[in-house]
């Protein structure tokens, strides 16, 4: 139990293209999905927190307008980086809270690569 | 400095034990965490513990908590090529809703 998947795994874009990512609890209904950025030899930057129905929540530093996020179920949040260029090549990660258990563990998915040229 | 710091590399023999060291800042962490991320994939919550105890033991691992150094250790007893993966060190408090802020990473290297 408690999956998460990730779509796709990778993928090489030209600079200026926008990229979607899809993030899926397979098993649960989620509550609350996070989306983390990670750079090589670096830790999990938490970008934003996305409740079903309702706008996101960005960190400091992390433009909306660059990265959408839209949770529009309890099994789906999507990550749009749009007008990608190559400094937004990175590991995207998400993750996702259960509904049902009222825990607070988040299940990670296994994340997308991102490559822009 | 970050709120969440361990070292690097470790780099064991096969069947010997692993000490992965962390340290944080935040006082009033609520529970503290250890994830596996093996090359290419998410993270795999190991094990975690509350703020209040000060070990854990699950199978092959330990946790030890000081509070008052502000110190978490994950031991691996009996490490095997398979437990070769970055380790990430965690905390989170009740107050920041239990989102976890995470360490650098160690990569464990396991060799015959």
């Known amino acids: 139990g408690a999956v998460v998947s990730q779509h796709p795994s990778w993928v090489i874009c030209k600079s200026g293209t926008s990229v979607k990512i899809e993030c899926r609890s397979l098993d649960f209904q989620a509550t609350t999905m996070f989306w983390y950025r990670q750079f090589p030899k670096q830790s999990l930057m938490l970008m934003a927190t996305?409740?079903?129905?309702?706008?996101?929540?960005?960190e400091q530093g992390v433009e909306k307008d660059k990265f959408l996020i839209n949770h529009a179920s309890l099994t789906l949040s999507t990550l749009t980086v749009t007008s990608a260029h190559p400094e937004d090549s990175s590991f995207y990660i998400c993750?996702?809270?259960?509904?049902?258990?009222?825990?607070?563990?988040?299940?990670f998915g296994p994340g997308t690569r991102l490559t822009v040229l | 400095g970050e709120d969440v710091e361990q070292s690097l590399f470790l780099s064991v023999r096969e069947g010997d034990s692993s000490v992965i060291n962390c340290t944080y800042t935040d006082s009033s962490s609520t529970y503290l965490y250890w994830y596996k991320q093996e090359p290419g994939a998410g993270l795999q919550l190991l094990t975690y513990?509350?703020?209040?105890?000060d070990m854990k033991q699950d199978q092959r691992l330990t946790v030890l908590l000081n509070k008052k150094d502000k110190h978490l250790s994950l031991r691996i007893a009996d490490t095997q090529t398979g437990d070769s993966a970055i380790y990430f060190c965690a905390e989170s408090m009740t107050g920041g809703s239990y989102i976890p802020t995470f360490g650098r990473g160690t990569s464990l290297i396991v060799h015959p």
């Open positions: 993750s996702a809270r259960d509904r049902g258990t009222g825990y607070n563990e988040q299940f």
């Open positions: 513990i509350f703020s209040n105890m």
């Open positions: 996305s409740n079903e129905g309702s706008k996101a929540t960005y």
